[in-house]
């Protein structure tokens, strides 16, 4: 029993201790900073739906786009003009700028329609965001006619 504790040695040395400490304590800060800089970057982007689109043969309007903001700050949109699969689409309308708070909903009117609109026909807009990124992006919906 007594070889045994011979051969024991001492702990670990202050100066060791104190820079295990160090090197963990640089670690979590880095860690922390890559999850800061990547989930603030995300908040940031504009998330958007379209929450109804709608499609009236006659009147001065002929299709209100309802797009809800679901992201983390206001956004400016600029339609152009918008494609249907069934082959119709639609001009820029009275509103070819849009802005949208946070939490909020906002519609777009188009009025020159061209082409054969059908009811639950597939539509495409592509929408440019000018706020608070700029950025293109592209709507997808099905529209709804009477």
Sequence with gaps: MARVLKRRRGGLPPIVTVLIV???VAAAG???WFMLATT???VK????EVTGAYYLPTGTFRLFLTVRNLGASDVTL???SINCASGGSFSNGTYSSITIAKGSSAVARFSSASGTIKDGDLCVAPVSITSPTSATITLQFRVIAP
């Design 22 to 24: 160090l090197a963990a």
């Design 45 to 48: 982007q504009p998330v958007l």
């Design 78 to 80: 600029r339609f152009s």
């Design 40 to 42: 603030s970057a995300a």
């Design 30 to 32: 880095l860690v922390a």
